[in-house]
């Protein structure tokens, strides 16, 4: 894989599909990460209940916004260039779905981020740790629709995998 795509800083125009799509599975990775790093800070913020240190917390939600927002427009430039350039639709309507369903996870984030403060700043009512339950069940569900999307994507891209495998396989032929 070349240089260019690890960047992040460049454009995606004129890439080959599976170029795209390497670009793409790293920006899923760079998301994990993210993800990692939002819980990390708000774990933090929870531990200081109930004197939060809400100036840090704002300062994380800003910074994990920015950066969230960042792989979303590369995600939406990826699936322009996938149907536009290379008349990929079906592997840009999967990149589109997992796009829906990870922005639908990140809102489902937050609402449960809330209801582990309002639980921890409520420990008697029953509401809050139900409403939390219930988030972190519908998360786990959002989980498993992009891991289908993900193995569905694997299968409908596998063609532009397979066809840089037999030109590895020509070129060791041609060095024999």
Do not use: W
Not at 25 to 54: C, D, K, M, S
Not at 142 to 167: G, P
């Amino acid at each position: 894989m070349s240089e260019e795509i690890m960047d992040g800083n460049h454009s995606l125009e004129g890439l080959p599909a599976k170029d795209l799509l390497k670009r793409f599975h790293i920006l899923q990775g760079e998301r994990v990460e993210t993800y990692a790093l939002f819980e990390e800070g708000f774990q933090a913020y929870l531990n200081g209940a109930p004197n939060y240190n809400f100036p840090m917390y704002r300062q994380l939600v800003h910074e994990i916004t920015q950066t969230f927002t960042k792989i979303s427009q590369d995600i939406i430039l990826i699936t322009k260039q996938l149907e536009d350039d290379h008349s990929l639709t079906t592997i840009a309507t999967i990149v589109t779905g997992i796009q829906n369903n990870e922005k639908d996870k990140l809102e489902k984030t937050v609402k449960l981020q809330l209801a582990r403060q309002n639980a921890t700043d409520h420990p008697t009512d029953s509401n809050f740790k139900e409403e939390e339950a219930d988030l972190k069940q519908s998360i786990k569900d959002v989980i498993c629709a992009i891991n289908e999307q993900m193995e569905e994507l694997k299968f409908e891209s596998e063609d532009l995998y397979s066809d840089e495998t037999e030109e590895d396989k020509d070129d060791e032929t041609a060095d024999r």
